[in-house]
Structure formats: structure tokens, C-alpha cells
């Protein structure tokens, strides 16, 4: 190897390291450069050092000083399945409860194709300019055949990515029934405690069974299209019952007329429904994500619906009940993590299931057997 330069050796660290032979002249190869350190580790070439782990006080301080590097390794901590990611983080979730609380939580929902990622950017957006910090959880459907996912919301979200005050963080779903991420919850507390005063909560967008994501927010959205549906399709039981607020979206253009006609159904339809939130009328507005037309009026509502919420103590009891049923949600999970883990189930489940498969036996006697061997 050559010899490093004069002007190589003036901007190289001094001494030179300690393991050095001290007969070794310029030709051997061990200058250090001004910028870099010496790792004590050997990496093999083309490979990444492994990042280091965080301790919880790490976690704790790098949420409490708003770092977004630090909160989105948390919510991976919270995220991850394995048995001591999990104590650590129900230890950082304990500790930064006190934090929590003060954000506003709002619930979009929508059929695929609504605008629901454009209608978000755009709204997120004007609250950026008006000083909110906003904390995004976009959940992203997860593929039934190989789990994976792709999570293209937060490029689609692009200007709202580059807001200093914005932070976008997309989740698989998972499987999870409901449109949202089974952590979701707790992302929601770590977004809180790192100082976002609106967290918004973007499901998948499948249909009309997005219906717990109302169990997780405040204020529960619901984006729509002119021409979806008939007025005995928006009275069925199930999302538009749960709604505190209703969008007709892409109401521009050649499409506005046709979206005042779904807007005066909808609110004939909202006439036989009971409200979602005591004293509170679920409103029916137009709204284009595209050119911005009826975001200001939108967050004018929904400012509304929490003064309404709030004085009424309706917003408070709201959030005692969903945590409590998030409570029993987790044992529920848990019940049934523990009774697949058991022995017994294990060792006879594949015999049940290949007798159910080739109709040798109901799936109901086999469900009874599986349940005793649970129980004993």
C-alpha cells in the first residue's frame, strides 16, 4: 500500500492507535481520518453495523425532547412480538402514560378510492400552518397470501412527510379485523407523550366493518363518494351509524353537482339515525381533497365536535369506556394466544382439522373437543 501523503498525515488523528508497532514507518496503513472513529468491532465488507439498542431511559428522554428517531423506534419496540421487546415496552408505556391525553383523536375512514390519503395530506397540511403538530398512523392492508405489506402512504402523503411539524407512520395491518394495526393503541400514547396535539388514524378502507378505529379515536370520519350507493344502502347498520362527521369527497368539477345530490341523500339518511355522540348532530359536508375547497370548514367541525364533547363530559367517558374495552381486548388476545400454546391443543389440533377438512366430523364437535383439552 502506498504511503499517505504529508497532507494526508496533517489531517489524520495523533497519536496514531496504541496498537501500532512502534517500529512501523509511513508505509504502514493506519492513519485515521478526521471525522471517522475506529470500530472495535470486525464487520464483514457490505454489511451494516447493527444499531444499538436503546435502554428505556433512553426511550423516556428521546420522547419527552420530541425526537421522531427515537418515537419511531418505540413504536417499532411496541410493534414487535418478541416476548422482551414486549416487557420493555409495556415498562416505556407506563412510564410515559402521564404524558398523554391532551391530543385531539380523529378517525378517517372510507371506501378504497375515496381520497382518504389526499384528503388527509391536505388537511394535515393546514394544521401544520396553523402551528398543530400532527401525528399520522396509516395502516396499510396486509397481503392473505404471503403477510406482506406495502406501505405506500406515506409516499403518497409526500408534502405532508416534508412539514417539520408532521410525522407519518405507516403500519401493516396485519389481519387484524377492523381496518386498523393491533398496536395502534399504543402508538397513539407514544405520538401523545412526544407532544402531537392531533393524531390521525387512517384504516385500511374495505367496507363497512371499519368499526374499530371508533374504539380508539374521538372523532370518528367518514369520507364518501357521490354515486356509491342508494339511500337504503347508507341506512344499513354498521360505519355510517358510527360516523360524527360525513365528507362527500371530489366535489370539484363535473362531479360537484352529482356530489350535492349525494349530499342532501346522505343527510336524509342521517334523519333516521341515532347520533354517534350525545348531543351532537353528524353533519353531512362537501369537501375537495384536490384543490383544498371545505378543508377549513371540515376542521371548523370537527373543533366544534370536541367544544361539544368536552363540555358535556361526554369526551371523557368516552375515553374511560375504550380503554376499558381495550383492557378486555387484551385479554381476549391473550386467552387465545395461551390456548393455542397449549399441549394438548397443539398435539390434537392437526387430527381435528384434517377430520373437519374431509368432512368426517362437525366443526363444532371438534371446536367442543379442542375447548376441554384447553380447559384441562
Request: hydrophobic content about 40%; overall charge positive.
Amino acid at each position: 500500500m502506498a504511503a499517505p501523503t504529508k497532507a494526508l498525515r496533517e489531517h489524520c488523528h495523533q497519536p496514531r492507535p496504541d496498537w501500532v508497532p512502534p517500529c512501523a514507518d509511513d508505509t504502514f496503513a493506519t492513519w485515521i481520518l478526521q471525522g471517522a472513529t475506529p470500530s472495535g468491532t470486525a464487520r464483514l465488507p457490505g454489511t451494516t453495523p447493527r444499531k444499538r439498542r436503546l435502554t428505556l431511559e433512553e426511550y423516556v428522554e428521546g420522547i419527552r425532547h420530541r425526537d421522531t428517531g427515537v418515537l419511531a423506534q418505540a413504536i417499532t419496540l411496541v410493534e414487535s412480538n418478541a416476548p422482551a421487546h414486549q416487557e420493555l415496552a409495556q415498562q416505556l408505556l407506563t412510564r410515559i402514560l402521564p404524558l398523554t391525553g391532551a391530543a385531539m383523536r380523529v378517525g378517517i375512514t372510507g371506501i378504497p378510492g375515496a381520497g382518504k390519503s389526499t384528503f388527509i395530506e391536505a388537511l394535515g397540511c393546514r394544521l401544520c400552518e396553523k402551528g398543530h403538530r400532527v401525528a399520522v398512523l396509516a395502516v396499510d392492508p396486509s397481503s392473505t397470501v404471503t403477510g406482506g405489506s406495502v406501505l405506500a402512504d406515506k409516499i403518497r402523503m409526500e408534502k405532508l412527510s416534508r412539514e417539520q411539524g408532521a410525522f407519518i407512520r405507516p403500519s401493516p395491518s396485519g389481519g387484524s379485523l377492523g381496518g386498523v394495526a393491533r398496536k395502534s393503541r399504543e402508538a397513539m400514547l407514544l405520538c401523545e407523550a412526544a407532544g402531537y396535539d392531533v393524531l390521525i388514524v387512517e384504516t385500511v378502507g374495505v367496507g363497512q366493518n371499519e368499526v374499530t378505529v371508533r374504539s380508539m379515536v374521538d372523532c370518528f370520519l367518514l369520507l364518501t363518494l357521490a354515486g356509491t350507493g342508494d339511500e337504503m344502502q347508507g341506512m344499513k347498520k354498521g360505519v355510517m351509524e358510527l360516523a360524527d362527521l360525513i365528507l362527500v369527497n371530489k366535489a370539484d368539477g363535473d362531479n360537484r353537482i352529482r356530489a350535492l345530490a349525494a349530499s342532501a341523500e346522505m343527510t336524509r339518511v342521517l334523519a333516521y339515525l341515532r347520533p354517534a355522540t350525545e348531543g351532537w348532530t353528524t353533519p353531512c359536508q362537501l369537501v375537495s381533497a384536490l384543490t383544498g375547497d371545505g378543508i377549513a370548514d371540515v376542521w371548523t367541525r370537527v373543533q366544534e365536535f370536541f367544544r361539544t364533547a368536552r363540555s358535556g363530559d361526554v369526551l371523557m367517558q368516552r375515553r374511560r369506556s375504550q380503554t376499558v374495552a381495550w383492557m378486555h381486548g387484551l385479554i381476549h388476545e391473550a386467552l387465545v394466544i395461551d390456548f393455542f400454546r397449549t399441549p394438548d391443543v397443539r398435539g390434537r389440533l392437526p387430527a381435528l382439522e384434517k377430520a373437519v377438512a374431509e368432512g368426517k366430523m362437525p366443526p363444532l364437535v371438534a371446536a367442543q373437543e379442542l375447548l376441554r383439552l384447553g380447559r384441562s
